[in-house]
């Protein structure tokens, strides 16, 4: 199973609906967005004047950038199946993808609160909510983005954000069922914003008339990957260390100072 969403650009009306219901369903801090709607146009192009919408959310990617970066000690990790029962058993960091339902997701009781997935993610996908500290790990907050609403999706609901679209244009549902609808959208020609630099198989995808969807994908596909950060670069080397951070008092101290300069190098 591959949980996947289509956004039906023919059928958005702008309304922010989805985002809102986001927000609200999940406690997101008022200037930042699990899930976003941003106007393009009125432009030029080679089909005529365009002007849409681009509601984006995380891609829960097939080679998901976001993963490798995470720099908390990894854990096994039991997944199961929701339909077979089947289990498998896993090492993951702080976030990883589900081997059966595709989607990617934080575990928010290791989360480290360093950034790094949000920095490695190419569609700006995450955030650090500074709103929520883990208070055992200490760190500067905790990493968040949308979870295809698999909390909602576990209990039979749909995901919020389509729950609530207005006008039906967000459709939730398994890309590896031939006979779902979003694999039926697939077929009529849906594709995730991809670049030659940017291809790690994104499943969140766009539908529209030709001229919507050249606007989209001229406006919005990421064009290369997010360079290292000096921040992201560091912590991961620093990983072993911050067990020590974490337990030592002094050293506690001495490494808060040091991530204290590293952030500041970051936001200059
Ligand atoms: S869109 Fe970004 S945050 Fe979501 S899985 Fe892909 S790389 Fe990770
Ligand atoms: S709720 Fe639906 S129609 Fe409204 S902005 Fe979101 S995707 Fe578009």
Redesign the pocket.
């Known amino acids: 199973m591959q949980y996947g969403m289509i956004?039906d650009l023919n059928?958005?009306?702008?309304?922010?609906?989805?985002?809102i219901?986001c927000k609200a369903e999940w406690d997101v801090p008022a200037d930042k967005g699990r899930n976003w709607?941003h106007r393009l146009g009125p432009a030029k192009t080679p089909e005529g004047l365009a002007s849409t919408?681009y509601?984006g959310l995380c891609n829960h990617c097939n080679q998901p950038a976001c993963v490798d970066v995470c720099p908390a000690d990894t854990v096994e990790k039991t997944f199961t199946d929701g339909k077979t029962g089947q289990t498998k058993t896993m090492q993951v960091a702080a976030t990883y993808k589900d081997p059966f339902n595709g989607t990617v997701q934080i575990d928010q009781d290791r989360c480290l609160g360093c950034g790094a997935c949000a920095d490695a993610c190419p569609y700006s996908a995450r955030y650090v909510n500074k709103d929520i500290v883990n208070e055992e790990i200490g760190g500067e907050g905790i990493a968040d983005k949308c979870t295809y609403c698999m909390p909602r999706v576990e209990k039979g609901l749909q995901p919020a954000?389509v729950q609530?679209?207005?006008?039906?244009?967000?459709i939730f549902g398994d890309l590896d069922d031939p006979d779902s609808e979003v694999s039926q959208y697939v077929k009529k020609g849906a594709v995730g914003l991809t670049s030659t630099a940017v291809s790690i198989g994104p499943n969140s995808r766009y539908y529209g008339n030709k001229k919507d969807m050249h606007l989209l994908t001229s406006t919005s596909t990421p064009t290369g990957m997010p360079a290292a950060s000096l921040r992201r670069s560091l912590l991961a080397r620093l990983k072993p260390e911050m067990k020590k951070v974490k337990n030592l008092g002094m050293l506690g101290l001495a490494g808060a100072v040091v991530l204290k300069e590293l952030s500041e190098d970051e936001g200059k």
């Open positions: 956004i059928r958005c009306i702008g309304c922010h609906a989805c985002a219901a709607v919408y509601p954000c609530t679209c207005l006008a039906n244009a967000r």
